[in-house]
């Protein structure tokens, strides 16, 4: 376990007057420490770590407090072995910028390959709690949680990832190593002291048994469907894209991947809040988790949106002349309360295809009905 590297200081820049090129390097002052700096780069591009340490090194001698430099240095000797001196030269870069949570990930890669994964998972926190998004930062914690036997919080940090960057690959392998650890790992064993265990409150009661039927009966997100392949591909190119989170959030659910089906559902609705339809598959998939109360408030929002049927039309007069008594029966396509049974894959079709402007949904409704009708007066 190596960690991701934020290479983000590894800029290329245009040579300055002062500067030329000979044999594909870059030849500068002796006063210019950003040249130095350039310089190294190009070196720690081309493998040549240990000329690309002593340029970061003369420009450190430089200017002291270049905290990119320092930053650099540290994924020089990083690559060299030489981890301890890595972990002290990350420890200066932060200590001349608080806010550099690239500093503060890599000082967790060094501290990982250090064997001292306590200290590791300190510094992944700073460098989210400074950037909550970056995605580096939530995978490398996740790996060093993972490292401790921590497979739940793991889970947690790699969920925190899939939901910024859906289609990251490794975060997606780790994810499924983690909870097939977290389901084989045994129960903990009581304390036999007759010392009282602390008393859960019914908020942290609910949210451990979620997450350990969760564990126990989420299955692994499979990486060779190709309709899941295709959904990721697809919500990667159109990230603002309602429709697209709809469609992952259907495949996701005829896989029984429910909580990632429900993941990518929320992001649809953020989306298009008005998706009676959405509202309603969230619902069959909260359901299928055994979360009756939240799948109830997303069916009561679906029909909330759902677009209201016209009248119904005036029975035709039978052969004698008379109205027939006869109640057309009504079958309006919504979710109630109280239902049958639901079957324990999701709908093939993909719910948030249809258009789902006004116009649209009438049309779709009034087409049905006459289906209907035709059937019961002429066939």
């Given at each position: 376990?190596?960690?991701?590297?934020?290479?983000?200081?590894?800029n290329?820049?245009?040579p300055?007057?002062?500067?030329?090129?000979?044999?594909?390097?870059?030849?500068?002052?002796?006063?210019?420490?950003?040249?130095?700096?350039?310089?190294a780069?190009s070196?720690?591009?081309?493998?040549?770590?240990?000329?690309a340490?002593?340029?970061?090194?003369?420009?450190?001698?430089?200017?002291?407090?270049?905290?990119?430099?320092?930053?650099?240095r540290?994924?020089?000797?990083?690559?060299?072995?030489r981890?301890?001196?890595?972990?002290?030269?990350?420890?200066?870069?932060?200590?001349?910028?608080?806010?550099?949570?690239?500093?503060?990930?890599?000082?967790?890669?060094?501290?990982v390959?250090?064997?001292?994964y306590?200290?590791?998972?300190?510094?992944?926190?700073?460098?989210?709690?400074?950037?909550p998004?970056?995605?580096?930062?939530?995978?490398?914690?996740?790996?060093?949680?993972?490292?401790?036997?921590?497979?739940?919080?793991a889970?947690?940090?790699?969920?925190?990832?899939?939901?910024?960057?859906?289609?990251?690959?490794?975060?997606?392998?780790?994810?499924?190593?983690?909870?097939?650890?977290?389901?084989?790992?045994?129960?903990?064993?009581?304390?036999?002291?007759?010392?009282?265990?602390?008393?859960?409150?019914?908020?942290?009661?609910?949210e451990?048994?979620?997450?350990?039927?969760?564990?126990?009966?989420?299955?692994?997100?499979?990486?060779?469907?190709p309709?899941?392949?295709?959904?990721?591909?697809?919500v990667?190119?159109?990230?603002?894209?309602?429709e697209?989170?709809?469609?992952?959030?259907?495949?996701l659910?005829?896989?029984?991947?429910?909580?990632?089906?429900?993941?990518?559902?929320?992001?649809?609705?953020?989306?298009?809040?008005?998706?009676?339809?959405?509202?309603?598959?969230?619902?069959?998939?909260?359901?299928?988790?055994?979360?009756?109360?939240?799948?109830?408030?997303?069916?009561?929002?679906?029909?909330?949106?759902?677009?209201a049927?016209?009248?119904?039309?005036?029975?035709?007069?039978?052969?004698?002349?008379?109205?027939?008594?006869?109640?057309?029966?009504?079958?309006?396509?919504?979710?109630?309360?109280?239902?049958?049974?639901?079957?324990?894959?999701?709908?093939?079709?993909?719910?948030?295809?249809?258009?789902?402007?006004?116009?649209?949904?009438?049309?779709?409704?009034?087409?049905r009905?006459?289906?209907?009708?035709?059937?019961?007066?002429?066939?």
């Amino acid at each position: 376990m190596t960690g991701q590297e934020a290479q983000d200081n590894f800029n290329s820049s245009i040579p300055s007057p002062e500067e030329k090129e000979e044999e594909g390097l870059i030849v500068i002052q002796m006063n210019n420490p950003k040249a130095w700096y350039d310089r190294a780069g190009s070196l720690y591009q081309l493998g040549r770590y240990e000329e690309a340490l002593e340029s970061y090194e003369k420009a450190i001698a430089i200017d002291e407090e270049y905290a990119d430099a320092w930053n650099n240095r540290g994924m020089t000797l990083k690559c060299l072995g030489r981890h301890e001196e890595a972990v002290t030269s990350y420890e200066k870069a932060i200590a001349l910028k608080a806010d550099y949570y690239q500093g503060w990930n890599n000082l967790g890669n060094a501290l990982v390959e250090l064997g001292r994964y306590e200290e590791a998972v300190a510094s992944y926190q700073r460098a989210i709690a400074i950037s909550p998004e970056y995605c580096q930062g939530w995978h490398n914690q996740g790996e060093a949680l993972a490292a401790l036997e921590r497979y739940e919080e793991a889970v947690a940090c790699y969920d925190r990832v899939l939901a910024l960057k859906p289609t990251w690959r490794e975060t997606q392998r780790l994810r499924r190593t983690a909870m097939a650890k977290l389901q084989e790992k045994p129960p903990t064993p009581k304390p036999e002291a007759a010392t009282p265990e602390p008393v859960e409150t019914p908020v942290e009661q609910k949210e451990e048994k979620i997450l350990r039927e969760s564990a126990r009966s989420q299955p692994l997100m499979p990486l060779d469907n190709p309709k899941l392949a295709a959904c990721d591909r697809m919500v990667e190119r159109y990230p603002d894209d309602a429709e697209a989170w709809g469609d992952r959030g259907s495949a996701l659910a005829e896989l029984g991947c429910y909580e990632e089906a429900i993941s990518s559902y929320d992001r649809a609705l953020s989306l298009d809040p008005d998706n009676w339809q959405g509202w309603k598959y969230r619902g069959v998939a909260l359901k299928q988790l055994g979360r009756q109360e939240e799948a109830l408030k997303s069916y009561e929002r679906a029909l909330e949106l759902q677009p209201a049927p016209p009248p119904i039309p005036e029975q035709p007069a039978d052969a004698s002349g008379e109205v027939s008594s006869g109640e057309v029966s009504i079958d309006i396509a919504t979710e109630s309360a109280v239902e049958a049974p639901l079957p324990q894959i999701v709908p093939t079709r993909t719910p948030m295809r249809q258009s789902s402007s006004p116009l649209g949904r009438v049309i779709r409704w009034m087409r049905r009905w006459m289906v209907r009708l035709w059937r019961r007066w002429i066939g």
